[in-house]
């Protein structure tokens, strides 16, 4: 594999000193921009997007090109394990991810297998093999999943909800079944993201996106006990160097605490919570990634630059920080605006790096 060129990403997850800030984006290979539709329109659907190698490099690598980026995020889907588990994911016009087959009882959860990483999401890592081939170390790639929770709450409602009525019913009224569901898929995630680093991801991210629709007790039980689980069955090191874990539960930052002792590398913020405020409770513990609202980059270059100089100063001097925003890019964003966000933070945060 090349050397890498820009580790800036890697050593700011790891606390270690760089010269500016590292920013990338969540969802930044997207809808957003026309080079992304392009390409998507000739797989014909998203998932088949997902499923072709040399398309998904395509389109992970796109916002390289248009943006001075510190890491790639592999293209993928946060659902391709239950996929792999039988489910039959495929998504509706509008309405989003959906499955032919749902998990309500306990018959259900015991039928499901544990997807063998290797053969069942092969089409993931040929993805990672040949997004690390192209990249040629210009900057890291980063693997990612779903939390246990999160997948789990698509696996029983059947898609999106606003109410999680029937994965909180199953979490309340037979919690041995849920406890069962999340286990099998704690063990899917950890192989998961190993054969993801294996095959080339230098550091990787728990997307735990409806971790903050539960109570603090709930949470602790039924989503950071299983993020823990994966955190301590993931390869640390690859290749000789260390590879960091970011964790992001989504409305998580009263928990970020309980979320520095699981031993991941890094918490990802939402634009709810104050990155300062998250510094002073978490200390030199855990990087923190985040955390501008997205709608900020519906805003002229100007007020962006402000919103940038406003989070650099509220996290203060040193490393530690990875820029990023609070949650994935909207796809109604103008395709000028990024390039803002992107430039403000290198040339604004250098100041907070000089020894």
């Known amino acids: 594999m090349a050397e890498l060129k820009n580790d800036r990403f890697l050593r700011a997850l790891l606390n270690e000193p760089v010269d500016a800030t590292p920013v990338w984006m969540m969802r930044q290979a997207g809808r957003y921009l026309p080079e992304y539709r392009e390409t998507r329109a000739k797989a014909g659907d998203f998932l088949s997007l997902c499923k072709n190698k040399e398309l998904a490099c395509e389109v992970t690598i796109q916002p390289l090109e248009r943006y001075d980026l510190d890491a790639a995020i592999l293209f993928s889907d946060i659902l391709t394990i239950p996929d792999a588990m039988g489910l039959g994911l495929y998504f509706e016009v509008g309405e989003g991810p959906r499955f032919k087959k749902i998990i ?23 993805a990672v093999k040949e ?14 999943s779903g939390s246990p929770w999160t997948l789990a709450t698509y696996m029983v409602e059947g898609g999106s ?26 063990q899917s995630v950890t192989t998961y993201l190993n054969e993801q680093i294996r095959s080339g991801a230098q550091a990787v991210q728990i997307f735990d996106t409806w971790g903050g629709a ?30 960091p874990v970011i964790l992001f539960t989504k409305n998580g930052g009263q928990w970020l605490e309980m979320m520095a002792d699981t031993g991941a590398d890094a918490l990802g913020l939402d634009w709810t919570t104050d990155i300062g405020n998250a510094r ?10 985040g955390n501008m609202d997205p709608s900020v980059l519906y805003a002229p270059a100007s007020r962006i630059e402000q919103e940038v100089e406003f989070i650099l100063g509220q996290y203060g001097n040193g490393s530690g920080h990875v820029f990023n925003l609070g949650h994935g890019i909207h796809q109604f ?3 000028k605006q990024p390039k803002a966000f992107v430039d403000a933070v290198h040339e604004l945060s250098a100041k907070y790096h000089q020894q």
């Open 104 to 126: 309500r009882t306990e018959k259900d959860v015991a039928d499901l297998p544990v997807p063998d990483a290797v053969t069942d999401l092969d089409y993931v890592m040929n």
């Open 131 to 144: 997004i690390r081939r192209e990249l040629n170390g210009r900057v890291p790639l980063i693997g990612f």
């Open 161 to 186: 909800s606003k109410d999680f009525r029937h994965v909180k019913q199953m979490m309340y009224a037979t919690p041995e079944v849920m406890h069962g569901l999340l286990d099998k898929l704690a």
């Open 214 to 243: 539960l109570s603090g007790p709930c949470y602790q039980e039924f989503s950071l006990k299983y993020m823990k689980q994966i955190v301590d069955g993931l390869i640390r090191e690859h290749d000789g160097r260390k590879v």
């Open 280 to 289: 002073a409770r978490v200390g030199d513990k855990v990087a923190l990634q």
């Open 333 to 335: 964003v103008d395709p």
